[in-house]
C-alpha cells in the first residue's frame, strides 16, 4: 500500500510541475476545452432525465388492498 501511495505522490507531483511549466495561454485553453466538456455532459444527462420523463405518463392505479391472511385461509 505504501509503495502505491508514494507512486500516485510522485505522479501528482509530476503533474503538477507539468502544469506549472505551461504557459498562461495553454492553461486558459485546458480550462476552456474542460468546461466545455463539462458543459456537453450536463447537457446531455439533462436531455436524458428529460426525455424518461417525458416519454412515461405513469399513472398510479389504486386499488383495494387485500389481506394475504384471508387469502391463504380461502385456499386452505
Request: proline residues 3%.
Amino acid at each position: 500500500m505504501d509503495k502505491f501511495i508514494k507512486a500516485l505522490q510522485s505522479s501528482r507531483e509530476n503533474l503538477e510541475g507539468y502544469w506549472k511549466r505551461l504557459p498562461a495561454y495553454r492553461k486558459r485553453k485546458v480550462i476552456g476545452y474542460a468546461f466545455a466538456v463539462y458543459c456537453i455532459i450536463t447537457l446531455v444527462v439533462i436531455v436524458q432525465v428529460a426525455r424518461q420523463f417525458g416519454s412515461h405518463a405513469q399513472t398510479v392505479a389504486i386499488e383495494h388492498i387485500e389481506n394475504p391472511v384471508v387469502k391463504l385461509q380461502e385456499k386452505n
